[in-house]
């Protein structure tokens, strides 16, 4: 019977190790594992974030209006493209705020 109760007391700790070991490691949130091949119009995109560094693949993932998460190639010019359109819509928002923040 003792050698059960040390079995099942050495398990729980082990799981309360992992358990916690997990809740406080560093890693990527989100990695893409592929890419979309298909162009999204800029208009359907809300934002943007690049993959972490510890990601496999080096990636950008797109979140569109309705909400969806779409990774793409960071290397592929439609991308780049992309990239560039929202930051300067980005862009022209802040500028716009701080002009309407100006006037109040």
Same mark, same amino acid.
């Given at each position: 019977?003792? #050698?059960? &109760?040390?079995?099942?007391?050495?398990?729980?700790?082990?799981?309360? &190790?992992?358990?916690?070991?997990? =809740?406080?490691?560093?890693? #990527?949130?989100?990695? &893409?594992?592929?890419?979309?091949?298909?162009?999204?119009?800029?208009? =359907?995109?809300?934002?943007?974030?690049?993959?972490?560094?510890? &990601?496999?693949? !080096?990636?950008?993932?797109?979140?569109?209006?309705?909400?969806?998460?779409?990774?793409?190639?960071?290397?592929?010019?439609?991308? =780049?493209?992309? =990239? !560039?359109?929202?930051?300067?819509?980005?862009?022209?928002?802040?500028?716009?705020?701080? !002009?309407?923040?100006?006037?109040?």
């Amino acid at each position: 019977m003792r #050698p059960h &109760c040390i079995f099942i007391a050495c398990l729980v700790l082990f799981a309360f &190790c992992s358990l916690a070991r997990s =809740q406080f490691s560093q890693g #990527p949130d989100k990695c &893409c594992f592929s890419f979309s091949n298909v162009k999204i119009p800029v208009k =359907q995109v809300e934002s943007y974030h690049i993959t972490h560094l510890e &990601c496999h693949r !080096s990636g950008i993932i797109f979140i569109t209006k309705d909400h969806r998460e779409i990774c793409a190639d960071r290397m592929v010019k439609w991308v =780049q493209r992309l =990239q !560039s359109l929202v930051d300067e819509r980005s862009l022209k928002n802040i500028v716009s705020e701080i !002009s309407s923040g100006d006037q109040a």
